[in-house]
Every structure is written in C-alpha cells, then in structure tokens.
C-alpha cells in the first residue's frame, strides 16, 4: 500500500557515524514503497558553547521547515505508544494530511521555538538516546508501522 505523502525527516548534520548512515540508507529503501520519504541533515556548525549551537540548530531547522504540513518532535517527554498503537496513530495522520514533517534535535535537544511550533510530540523511549540513533530507531519503528498498515509480515507479534 502506498500512501500519498511526503514525510520528511530532518536534523542537524553532519551524521558522525558511519552505521548510522547505512542504516538510514537500509531504511530509505525500505520506506520508498509505502510514501516519499526524504532524510535532510543540513550541516550545522559544531563547536561553541551548547547556548549558540542550540540558536545555530534553530535557525538551521526552521530554514529547512516545509509551509504547512503536520510537524512531529521527537522528544523524550512526548507520547509513547506500543508498536500497534503508532501504527494505529500513523495510519490516522497518513490519511488526514499529504505532508509529515519529523524533526530530531542535535546534541543538544531540540530548540524550544521548534518545541513551539509542533503539532505533535512522540518519544521514542523513555530513555536519553543520542540523536543519531534516535533517528535510525525512528526509521525501524516508522517502517514497522507502515508494513502494519500494509498487512506485510514484517512484524510478528
């Protein structure tokens, strides 16, 4: 089943680590049949007291912001759900909006006028996880959700 969406995932870049991106990359493919996926990791310059990368992040991050569209924080004091349940949400969003914006913040979290702006925050895990792998845990949790919805055999319960 394919949805007629854009969901872009976006966060700070450069990705440091090298099984990050090909795990990023493993999921992109993976996610191109159910909707149009997209990754953008703007570079963001790194160094400085965490104060100016946060400002820096922000004005990187609402640059690269799409008009409109439902924006999703990942933040650890958002909502969790069990894996049925974000497949049960994602499959509601999927069929009331045609653009899905994700943001991931850097090392230091996400900005608060970003915070601001969200529709909807979802935590991942009630645990600190660093951004880069909170991206990739989002790809694998995303793509179960959509083989959920598409009756794949992906997931098991």
Known sequence: MRFPVRLLLLAPGPLRYVFVKEGLSFYTERLKPFLNFEALFPKVKSGGAPESRLREEARMLKKHLPEGGYLVVLDERGRRFRTKELASWFGKLLSQVRQITVVCGGPEGL???????????????????????????????LYRALTILSGHPYHRE
């Open 111 to 141: 900005p608060p006028e970003i915070l601001e702006k969200a529709d909807f925050q979802l935590s991942l895990s009630p645990l600190t996880l660093n951004h880069e792998l909170a991206l990739l845990v989002f790809c694998e949790a």
